[in-house]
């Protein structure tokens, strides 16, 4: 069991090689992952996000209690900035209507389940970053659709109340499930948490690899275009979350809990929200993959430059 426990480990600190090389086998062999049918996005995420409840606590959610101000504050710019920069975005790069619809989906959806490990990385406040996840993906089935149909809701149909339930059977149940499980059997959870990392890590990528198979025509054709998109709305997620902490008089640690869960978001669920709502627009679902490659290599940046922008405040 140790030795599963450190290929574990071992996979889930090299997330960013792992994805990459899946990305680049599918774009290259389609037929690697185009065998499995785009139906299999869903179960996967939730599977993820399963794992996310096994590690999560009711305790976790006490910081919502005890600090609403920061919360507040982290909520208002994960669900602000990111959408509108996506919005902005798409307009001053004069995106198609189904590559805008992706980033648009990219940039409404909750913070991503990495996060929490790149905030470590970087030294930020941990309290605050478990929770902004927890709040955000709570927060989801209500917020995202709305946020998607005031953004996109004029050049496409957009099925609130379709995606609402999406995301509650997707996000909200499974997650819901890992609690009752880390609760009322503690001694099961204890084994397979270590393993977690590494499900979470080969899900991620299976789901990445079945989008950009399924797509990989499309992505070759408009990567680039794309790829600047994506690029940009990480970056400035990030920085507009540490900027918008620094204005409101945040310590370093909380502005760099907040630029990464502003600058990381749930991509898998774009995706899958793209396949199961817009399959009719099959590149809707394209940034959503480049998204997942793009910010667990931005993210690992990130964690170095924070944290060593930690230890030059001390």
């Known amino acids: 069991m140790n030795k599963l426990y450190r290929i574990s480990s071992l996979i889930s600190a090299n997330i960013t090689i792992v994805v990459v090389l899946v990305t680049a086998l599918a774009l290259l062999i389609p037929s690697s992952f185009d065998w499995i049918s785009t139906s299999s996005i869903t179960p996967m995420l939730g599977v993820v996000m399963f794992g ?3 590690t999560l606590k009711p305790s976790d959610f006490k910081p919502v209690l005890m600090r609403p101000k920061d919360i507040i504050i982290g909520e208002l710019a994960q669900f602000i900035v990111m959408p509108l920069v996506a919005w902005l975005l798409c307009r001053l790069l004069q995106l198609p209507m189904e590559l805008a619809l992706g980033v648009i989906l990219v940039g409404c959806c909750p913070g991503g389940t990495a996060s ?8 930020g406040d941990i309290a605050l970053s478990v929770a902004m996840t927890g709040v955000s993906t709570l927060l989801a089935p209500i917020v995202t659709p709305a946020l998607v149909y005031l953004l996109a809701g004029k050049e496409v149909a ?25 609760k009322y059997l503690s001694k099961f959870t204890e084994k397979v948490t270590p393993l977690l990392p590494m499900v979470s890590t080969l899900a991620i990528a299976a789901i990445i690899g079945i989008i950009v198979s399924h797509n990989s025509a499309n992505i070759l054709s408009c990567s680039l275009l794309v790829g600047v998109a994506v690029i940009l709305h990480n970056v400035l997620g990030l920085t507009l979350g540490y900027v918008a902490g620094r204005l409101l008089g945040l310590p370093h ?29 099959p590149l809707a679902a394209v940034p959503g993959a480049i998204f997942s490659t793009w910010h667990n290599f931005s993210g690992s940046i990130a964690a170095s430059v924070f944290r060593k922008l930690n230890n030059s405040l001390k």
Do not use: W
Not at 116 to 123: E, G, P, Q, R, T
Not at 158 to 182: H, Y
């Open 52 to 54: 996310m409840g096994l």
């Open 116 to 123: 929490n490990v790149i905030c470590y990385l970087a030294k």
């Open 158 to 182: 957009v099925d609130m109340i379709g995606m609402f339930l999406s995301i509650v059977q997707v996000v909200i149940i499974p997650i819901v499930f890992g609690l009752a499980v880390n």
């Open 253 to 281: 640690d909380k502005r760099t809990a907040i630029s990464i869960e502003v600058g990381m978001q749930n991509s898998g669920l774009a995706t899958s929200l793209a396949a199961t709502h817009f399959a009719m627009f």
